[in-house]
Each structure stands twice: as structure tokens, then as C-alpha cells.
């Protein structure tokens, strides 16, 4: 593998902008920002001042949120860090959308790199490692007045002693492929924003065709687990399916079927 590839250096605006010209007719502005607070924050006050429909890339977050609350940090340069956003324009069942967000990263990454990608409910991008996994990127969905904002973190360049936990890894470390991160960026860019556009404005949302591809590609789906809830509690039995909304339903050893909407899957 080229190490050297892997080099960092600051994110080329220009390139992802023209990479991603085929799949974004409609989409606003690419807007780079060398550092923010973070994407997803960013993007709600570019809501409040009137965009609609964009992304917005950056090299780094000072503040980076992930799920539940949680840190999310990386040193610069070293991740893709995006957030796409798009007009809610009324889509049904906005249950799926984390999932649905999920399984055209997935797919992206799958068109660019050839290692085994699953997600782990409801949108973590994992390697399956032993009976576990190793977590390399996370989506983190946000409905903000009528847009909905999908932040998308990937681990890209980071080296082990850069990753905040034993648990985690990136793509440098997965793959055996080099790809610049404009080129992921704008496949990333294009193929939600087509995706979006197509799927968001039928009737059936998600359609049939991904609900499959999710479960297909599931990490968590009939299998024992445990998941801890915000409140604290921790439910433990078998990853049954999911119901209409993307819940996930756990049935228990006495039988009883807990449908969850939040939590973290062990
Ligand atoms: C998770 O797995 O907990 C979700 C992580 C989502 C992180 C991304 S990075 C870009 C966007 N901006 C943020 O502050 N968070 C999301």
C-alpha cells in the first residue's frame, strides 16, 4: 500500500465541487470550512439564515457531536467530516431516515473500497472483527424546521494511537485501496443527493429495495444483544427486526418484544 498517499493535507473545494457536479443538480452550495464547531451546527444556522438543500464539509471540528450526546473528534485532516442537507418536503416515515442514511454511506463506501462494510443499529459503519466489530464512521440525523441535516463522520487517514478507543478504526488501517477523501466526498455528495431526490419524493419511503439492502447488510439483526437505553437501563435478548419506523425489536428470554428507538447495541 502507498503510506504515502495517505499524507494529509487540506481538502480541495474545487475538486470536490466539479467530482461531484454529475449527481448534484439541485443541491445549493458545497461549502468548505478549513474548522468549525462542527458540521451539523453549522449547517442549522445556515438553515436559520435561508439555505436550503447544501452540504458542508470541514477539515476539522472543534466541536464534533456524535449520537446520544457523545464527543466526536479527529485530528485535522485526518476524517470526513460532512454534513448533507435536504428539504423534508413531508417524507413518510422519518423513522428511517438515520437507517436510510446509512445504507447509501455504506453503499458509497462499497462502490470505492473492497472490504466487508455492516452497520450496526441503527447507523454505525463497522467491520465485522471475531464476534464483534471494529467502528469506523457513525451518521448522526438531525431534523432542523423543515430540512433534515444527515452528519456523517468517517474515520479516513487515522493511525491506531489516534483513534479514541480499542473499538475503532479507519479506512487506512481497513483497506488496501488509496482514494483521495475528494473523491469520497463527492460520491458521497451525489449519490445521497440523487438517492434523496428520488426515494424522498415517492410515496414509499424508505422503498422495499432498501429496507432489503439494510437488513441485509445489518451487524445486529438476529442476533443476542444488549442494549444500554439513554435512561440507563440495559435490555438484553435477540435483535428480532425492525418494526415499520426503524425501531429495533429485542425480544427477551420471557418472551417479551421491546421496541427501541435510542440506544447502543452491545
Ligand atoms: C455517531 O456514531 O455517534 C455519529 C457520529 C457523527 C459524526 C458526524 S461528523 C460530521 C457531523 N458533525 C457532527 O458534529 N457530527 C456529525
Known sequence: MNQAAWERSPLSQKLIVD?????????????????TSSTNQRAKELIDEGKTSFAV??????????????IWQAPKESSILI?????????????????????????????????????????DLVVPNGNS???F???LSQIHKDQVIFGIGINYSQ???????????????????YRPREEVLADLISTMHLN????????????????????????????????????GKVITGIAEGLAANGALLVKTQSGEIHTITAGDVN
Open 19 to 35: 467530482l461531484a457536479k454529475k449527481g448534484s443538480a439541485g443541491l445549493g452550495e458545497i461549502i468548505y470550512l478549513s474548522e
Open 57 to 70: 464539509i470541514t477539515d476539522f471540528q472543534n466541536a464534533g457531536k456524535g449520537r446520544l450526546d457523545r
Open 83 to 123: 454534513s448533507m442537507v435536504e428539504k423534508l418536503n413531508g417524507v413518510s416515515n422519518p423513522g428511517w431516515l438515520n437507517l436510510w442514511a446509512a445504507t447509501i454511506v455504506r453503499r458509497v463506501l462499497l462502490e470505492n473500497f473492497l472490504f466487508e462494510i455492516k452497520l450496526k443499529w441503527p447507523n
Open 133 to 135: 466489530f471494529l467502528k
Open 137 to 139: 464512521g457513525g451518521i
Open 159 to 177: 493511525d491506531q494511537n489516534e483513534l479514541p478507543i480499542v473499538t475503532a478504526t479507519s479506512l487506512k488501517l481497513l483497506t488496501v485501496q
Open 196 to 231: 434523496w431526490q428520488s426515494e424522498a419524493a415517492s410515496s414509499e419511503f424508505p422503498t422495499a429495495a432498501t429496507v432489503r439492502e439494510y437488513q441485509a447488510a445489518s451487524h445486529t439483526m438476529a442476533k443476542e444483544v444488549s442494549v444500554s437505553l439513554p435512561n
